[in-house]
């Protein structure tokens, strides 16, 4: 990430990045953002709720979930089994010039189910008829992850 200290804790890291967009520190925002943060995959909703402290609060998630997405923290990966799955933007690959993209590959795992974002492989730009205007281009390739193939 672009600026937050890199061996910052996932706790510095969330709050970094909150105050970073002008947003409040709460407590379930700060859980959400942490957990989000030490993830190794997109989450879904149900995982995000699944992993959070026992109480936590749906309606709360979700307001959380949609407020990140909207002050681009979080992006979106579709998911035919959750619908969406979240993942931290990288700040370094999602902002540049001003502007919020995803032009990274995604990948979903056949075997174990796993949605994960490949950063390293950039999306050559697409050629957009005129007259269409683009908000968010998702890429999701299926197969079997690398772990899965090694048997882990």
Known sequence: ????????TPQDQANQLLAARDLRIT?????????LLQADKALSTHEIEQRLPAG???????RTIKTFVQAGLLHAVPDEAYGQRYAVCDLGHCHTEGTHAHDHLHFKCNS???TLCLEDVSLPPLPIPPGYTVDEITVVAKGICHA???GN
């Open 112 to 114: 174990c189910g796993d």
């Open 1 to 8: 990430m672009s600026h937050v200290h890199a061996l910052a």
């Open 27 to 35: 407590k379930p925002r700060h859980e959400v953002l942490t957990l």
């Open 148 to 150: 899965c193939q090694a």
């Open 56 to 62: 936590a609060d749906r309606v709360t998630v979700y």
